[in-house]
């Protein structure tokens, strides 16, 4: 989409994570293996990639492309986010490029391991076993 594309390139981020955006209404109309072929061309140049499945309103329809395009792609590295318009998408989409950031996953691994060390501090647990 040309607007989530000049919104993004406007805030000057450097995303490291690839996004492959779809309009679920057109996805009804085109043919299975069309799709497929984009999707598998997609994952095969991008290993960290993202498949956002827009719609203003998920119903019966929509969730079947989305079950036909998992069912296909079980077992990838695929991910599947649907989202409903321009904005949920750009914000979904800073979102996941904030957090694929090597900094930021730094930033996490290291509140992950300060959090395990203090819950094993102080897990009653843990000091029966060492007694």
Same mark, same amino acid.
Request: aromatic share 8%.
């Given at each position: 989409?040309?607007?989530?594309?000049?919104? &993004?390139?406007? #805030?000057? %981020?450097?995303?490291?994570?690839?996004? /492959?955006?779809?309009?679920?209404?057109?996805?009804?109309?085109?043919?299975?293996?069309?799709?497929?072929?984009?999707?598998?061309?997609?994952?095969?140049?991008?290993?960290?990639?993202? /498949?956002?499945?827009?719609?203003? &309103?998920?119903?019966?329809?929509?969730?079947?492309?989305?079950?036909?395009?998992? #069912?296909?792609?079980?077992?990838?590295?695929?991910?599947?986010?649907?989202?409903?318009?321009?904005?949920?998408?750009?914000?979904?989409?800073?979102?996941?490029?904030?957090?694929?950031?090597?900094?930021? /996953?730094?930033?996490?691994?290291?509140?992950?391991?300060?959090?395990?060390? #203090?819950?094993?501090? #102080?897990?009653?647990?843990?000091?029966?076993? %060492?007694?």
């Amino acid at each position: 989409d040309h607007e989530i594309s000049t919104t &993004l390139q406007n #805030q000057q %981020h450097r995303v490291r994570v690839a996004f /492959l955006l779809a309009d679920t209404q057109d996805l009804l109309f085109i043919n299975s293996k069309v799709i497929f072929e984009r999707i598998k061309k997609f994952m095969t140049i991008h290993r960290n990639g993202f /498949l956002l499945l827009s719609a203003a &309103l998920h119903g019966p329809k929509e969730w079947e492309v989305m079950f036909r395009i998992q #069912q296909r792609f079980l077992g990838s590295n695929l991910r599947i986010v649907p989202v409903h318009n321009t904005a949920e998408a750009i914000k979904l989409m800073l979102t996941i490029a904030k957090t694929a950031s090597k900094p930021y /996953l730094d930033n996490i691994h290291y509140r992950m391991l300060m959090a395990k060390t #203090q819950i094993i501090e #102080q897990s009653p647990v843990w000091k029966m076993l %060492h007694h």
